[in-house]
């Protein structure tokens, strides 16, 4: 539903409606973060959705991805600390970081479907 047909309907809804409760654009200042309607919070949330869709950049910061890597491997190397090359750590992260993007995708179909 487009933002015209939107306006039109909304207008149509204000003239019907003489009713004494005021309608959520006539209400005074509220106490929640924001006095704008539900629906605007959310579109800011698909705007950064879909921003971040179209970028390529790393979500996870570099220096805070390497150091959880290097304690992983310490763990299972029982004490022992090995050099990672950057290029290693960077692949590692790629690797990561498109399974969690494809796990919460395949999360949100789940979620979809469930009814």
């Known amino acids: 539903m ?3 047909r ?3 309907k909304l ?3 204000r003239r019907r409606s003489p009713s004494p409760t005021p309608s959520p654009f006539q209400r005074g200042p509220s ?5 704008r309607p539900r629906g605007y919070r959310r579109q800011g949330w698909l705007k950064k959705i879909r921003k971040l869709q179209k970028s ?8 805070t991805f390497s150091r959880l890597a290097r304690e992983i491997c ?5 004490g022992v600390d ?9 692949a590692l992260q790629e690797a990561a970081e498109a399974f969690l993007v494809h796990l919460f995708e395949d999360a949100c179909l789940l979620t979809l479907h469930a009814g």
């Open 2 to 4: 487009g933002p015209r």
């Open 6 to 8: 939107w306006s039109c």
């Open 11 to 13: 207008e149509a809804w």
């Open 31 to 35: 106490l929640g973060a924001s006095s």
């Open 56 to 63: 390529t950049h790393l979500l996870l910061r570099k220096y």
């Open 74 to 78: 310490v763990k299972f190397t029982r």
């Open 82 to 90: 090995f050099n990672w090359q950057v290029q290693a750590l960077l």
